[in-house]
């Protein structure tokens, strides 16, 4: 998640934040694992679904889920509806 957040210029100091979950302990209490067969055969257990958390000093102000049937993962189609979703541009609008 690091690099992630380093090619995206997020640095972790500011509004945006990247947090790995590599026992998928969060992934499974939000109920945002990927269980459909196509991905999950791709990527392995406990993957999670494309999705954004905001949050405000604790509290969950909302979450923002790429995900559909046919595209699971969120990410079939980078310009499309499903993905856009979760891009930065929508997610500025909930803020």
């Known amino acids: 998640m690091k690099a992630w957040g380093e ?7 500011g509004l945006i ?3 790995a979950d590599n026992l998928s302990a ?10 459909n067969g196509g991905p999950l055969a791709d990527l392995g ?4 679904k494309r999705f ?13 889920l790429s995900y559909a049937v046919d595209d699971p993962a969120g990410d079939n189609d980078a ?3 499903v993905t856009a979703e979760t891009l930065v541009e929508k997610i500025l609008t909930l803020l």
């Open 52 to 64: 954004v958390l905001g949050v405000t000093d604790g509290t969950v102000d909302f979450v923002q």
């Open 26 to 35: 969060l992934t499974k209490a939000l109920g945002v694992e990927i269980t």
């Open 17 to 19: 934040s990247f947090w």
């Open 45 to 48: 257990p406990g993957r999670c």
């Open 7 to 13: 090619a995206q210029g997020v640095t972790g100091e």
């Open 79 to 81: 310009s499309g509806p």
